[in-house]
């Protein structure tokens, strides 16, 4: 059954109906389904009335603004959850740090650096004794 079959039978359908209904409601003297009609008629009275004196230009201009402020504002939450999530990790890196630090200044010192106390080692003093020792060494300059 073609579209075009379907919508004609069912105007057809509709419009005898329509004579059925009438018909009816002419030898009885009241309208079929009083109640239901009547706020059905309010309620296409109502939306027409709406859709003939509404700005709609400026309605969904306005739909389109509270869209773009809404997703602007979601995006920024989501970014300060993100920074807030990253400083907290930052934060107990840095208060384990601090607590290492705390620790180790705390601990006595190394057993090699303790042994090492007593030792003087022949170094000569001044930069310029190094570098003439180091020199003598690789030859550059002869020993006296």
Request: aromatic content about 8%; glycine content about 4%; charged content about 25%.
């Amino acid at each position: 059954m073609t579209t075009s079959y379907a919508i004609t039978l069912s105007a057809v359908i509709l419009f005898f109906l329509f004579l059925t209904v009438t018909s009816f409601e002419k030898k009885r003297g009241k309208r079929v389904g009083e109640q239901a009609r009547a706020r059905l008629d309010v309620w296409v009275a109502k939306n027409l009335f709406i859709l003939h004196h509404v700005d709609w230009q400026a309605f969904f201009h306005e739909t389109v603004i509270n869209g773009f402020e809404s997703l602007a504002h979601r995006a920024a939450h989501q970014t300060l959850l993100a920074v807030r999530g990253v400083e907290k990790f930052l934060s107990r890196a840095v208060a384990t740090l601090r607590e290492r630090r705390v620790q180790s200044l705390s601990q006595p010192r190394r057993r090699t650096i303790r042994s090492l106390r007593g030792v003087r080692l022949n170094v000569p003093v001044t930069p310029v004794e190094i570098t003439r020792e180091i020199m003598v060494e690789s030859g550059d300059v002869k020993g006296e």
